[in-house]
T-cell receptor, first 115, second 113 residues
Framework: AQSVTQLGSHVSVSEGALVLLRCNYS??????LFWYVQYPNQGLQLLLK??????LVKGINGFEAEFKKSETSFHLTKPSAHMSDAAEYFC?????????????FGAGTRLFVKA | GAGVSQSPSNKVTEKGKDVELRCDPI?????LYWYRQRLGQGLEFLIY????????KSGLPSDRFSAERTGESVSTLTIQRTQQEDSAVYLC???????????FGPGTRLTVT
């Protein structure tokens, strides 16, 4: 069965600083991996996804994530934080077609951006 | 095209009552998911429907919870004999099976008093 661990329930960065949100997963088959974002008082929306193509995935709003099989990681990064990036970020894993697309979400990391 | 819609947006109920939550997925999406999000916590998988296959009910927390889906359209999540710990936002999402990306509805905020 798949699982997801997000390291750090809260991350605080200064505006313009690097954003790094950590995600480790476990899966018995090659996984599909996702990052979703939940802005205050809004619904969840997809940031980016990995589905066995390029290991470096680019998403919306300047975010990207790298799939590292050896480390079972899928960390989310952005070179320069903006105030509008303050939100809650969720990493998710699915076992894709093999596992029927059941998706497990991590507990979430709340990103704070300081001026 | 319309996104995923959920109703009601808010529901306040007394402990012990039954509630029914509705989800209308995006037309053509064969997969439908229900999640629970307690205040300040992550998403907890409840149940997953895929086409005409038997649903994956492995996330339902107790036999008070059940869900149905009519074909590839509307789904209802029913909670019987509600308890205070059922208070949460219940989220529905749908996806194309081959893509895996899920599109979320706005959620139903359930408060059990």
């Amino acid at each position: 069965a798949q699982s997801v661990t997000q390291l750090g329930s809260h991350v605080s960065v200064s505006e313009g600083a690097l954003v790094l949100l950590r995600c480790n997963y476990s899966s018995s088959v090659p996984p599909y991996l996702f990052w979703y974002v939940q802005y205050p008082n809004q619904g969840l929306q997809l940031l980016l996804k990995y589905t066995s193509a390029a290991t470096l995935v680019k998403g919306i709003n300047g975010f990207e994530a790298e799939f590292k099989k050896s480390e079972t990681s899928f960390h989310l990064t952005k070179p320069s934080a903006h105030m509008s990036d303050a939100a809650e970020y969720f990493c998710a894993v699915s076992e894709g077609n093999t596992g029927g697309f059941k998706t497990i979400f991590g507990a979430g990391t709340r990103l704070f951006v300081k001026a | 095209g319309a996104g995923v819609s959920q109703s009601p947006s808010n529901k306040v109920t007394e402990k012990g009552k039954d509630v029914e939550l509705r989800c209308d997925p995006i037309s053509g999406h064969t997969a439908l998911y229900w999640y629970r999000q307690r205040l300040g916590q992550g998403l907890e998988f409840l149940i997953y429907f895929q086409g005409n296959s038997a649903p994956d009910k492995s996330g339902l927390p107790s036999d008070r919870f059940s869900a149905e889906r009519t074909g590839e359209s509307v789904s209802t999540l029913t909670i019987q004999r509600t308890q205070q710990e059922d208070s949460a936002v219940y989220l529905c999402a749908s996806s194309l099976a081959t893509g895996g990306e899920q599109y979320f509805g706005p959620g139903t905020r359930l408060t059990v008093t």
